[in-house]
């Protein structure tokens, strides 16, 4: 397969899935509104998680294959069980301060171009996912059904995992390595922002 078929795919993939999730929410009075609605637009409308989820698929790219998949599909599973422990209301210390680190960590790793094992990778994505979903799970309304809201955060976060990826197609120059590793201390930097409450 090659390059452009690679990133065209991926595309597709992307605006697949956007068109699927428009006429979802366009089913008014239906559970599915205050649910998936509301979980697919909570990822995106918080640039505190849109930064780090598009670092997991960024941060997988510059690993290149097996993480290239394994981090943006381990990040959403463990996500989605983070946000079952905030829809039960089980507490998880320090959420926001764990949401601003993940930022900062895999902003971090991807400027300095740390080429971890992939079973410490997945330890480290799957730590913070924890505390993206339950920030999810916790701020789930209080009319939405937490099936299709979970449905909706993880379709959500996984278009925000693609177009990491499809960044990531930019370390198969030299000058597109520099570029993402400048995106990765961008990355960390927002993180440090949210951290400290500049943002």
């Not at 997991?56 to 996500?79: D, E, K, N, Q, R």
């Amino acid at each position: 397969m090659s390059k452009l078929t690679a990133c065209g795919r991926v595309a597709m993939l992307a605006v697949a899935l956007f068109l699927v999730a428009s006429p979802v929410a366009a089913h008014t009075g239906e559970s599915v509104v205050g649910g998936f609605a509301s979980g697919f637009t909570h990822p995106i409308l918080g640039w505190d998680h849109v930064v780090a989820m598009v670092a997991v698929g960024l941060w997988g790219a510059f690993l290149g294959a097996p993480a290239i998949w394994i981090l943006p599909v381990t990040f959403p599973l463990v996500m989605a069980f983070g946000g079952a422990l905030g829809v039960v209301g089980f507490p998880v210390p320090a959420v926001e301060a764990g949401i601003a680190s993940s930022s900062i960590v895999l902003g971090a790793l991807i400027a300095l171009a740390v080429r971890a094992p992939l079973w410490v990778a997945t330890i480290i994505v799957g730590v913070f996912a924890i505390f993206h979903g339950h920030a999810h799970g916790t701020e789930l309304p209080e009319a939405a059904n937490p099936i299709t809201y979970a449905v909706g955060f993880v379709c959500a976060t996984g278009l925000l995992h693609l177009s990491g990826i499809g960044l990531g197609f930019l370390t198969r120059s030299p000058a597109g390595t520099i570029a993402v590793r400048a995106g990765g201390a961008a990355i960390a930097a927002m993180g440090a922002a949210f951290l400290f409450g500049i943002f």
